[in-house]
């Protein structure tokens, strides 16, 4: 009678331990995109309302943070937020703002999100246009998700 109750006791402790593996590939982790894409979209509201010290704050800004843009070499934490600070503190308008192809991926507490930036920005009298693909890799944090990496590239016409 003791065996069989040790059994079954093994039995139940080997089944509740068993857990479903994470596909971290192929699982669509739908609550997570989700958190994503209120992220970005929250992104361009901070950029929509000129609230830089807000955009700065979905940065994960640290030794392992990088950047590629206009084909220069990589840049980390510093030049980007100064790079941001300048750039999008000098903004008067936002005339434009879409992301085309927007596509999340999310693999457990890392996510890619990628799109084809079709913005119109004025400075002043002058109107810039980007039309790039861009990358942002976000690290799910204690606060949010978090911007760690960028990478901005000119799309061909």
């Given at each position: 009678?003791?065996?069989?109750?040790?059994?079954?006791?093994?039995?139940?402790?080997?089944?509740?331990?068993?857990?479903?593996?994470?596909?971290?590939?192929?699982?669509?982790?739908?609550?997570?995109?989700q958190e994503?894409?209120?992220?970005?979209?929250?992104?361009?509201?901070?950029?929509?309302?000129?609230?830089?010290?807000?955009?700065?704050a979905f940065?994960?800004?640290?030794?392992?943070?990088?950047?590629?843009?206009?084909?220069?070499?990589?840049?980390?934490?510093?030049?980007?937020?100064?790079?941001?600070?300048?750039?999008?503190?000098?903004?008067?308008?936002?005339?434009?703002?879409?992301?085309?192809?927007?596509?999340?991926?999310?693999?457990?507490?890392?996510?890619?999100?990628?799109?084809?930036?079709?913005?119109?920005?004025?400075?002043?009298?002058?109107?810039?246009v980007v039309?790039?693909?861009?990358?942002?890799?976000?690290?799910?944090?204690?606060?949010?998700?978090?911007?760690?990496?960028?990478?901005?590239?000119?799309?061909?016409?």
């Amino acid at each position: 009678m003791k065996t069989r109750l040790t059994l079954i006791m093994i039995i139940g402790l080997l089944l509740t331990s068993c857990k479903s593996k994470v596909d971290l590939v192929n699982d669509e982790f739908p609550k997570e995109k989700q958190e994503v894409i209120n992220t970005f979209v929250a992104i361009a509201e901070s950029i929509k309302d000129g609230d830089t010290d807000k955009l700065i704050a979905f940065h994960a800004y640290s030794p392992k943070f990088t950047e590629f843009k206009n084909g220069e070499p990589r840049n980390g934490a510093t030049a980007n937020e100064t790079h941001e600070r300048n750039v999008f503190g000098s903004v008067t308008e936002v005339v434009k703002f879409d992301a085309k192809d927007l596509k999340v991926a999310v693999y457990g507490d890392v996510a890619n999100l990628t799109f084809h930036s079709d913005f119109q920005l004025k400075f002043g009298d002058d109107l810039v246009v980007v039309n790039d693909q861009i990358t942002l890799l976000f690290v799910n944090t204690d606060d949010g998700w978090k911007m760690v990496h960028e990478h901005h590239s000119p799309l061909k016409k």
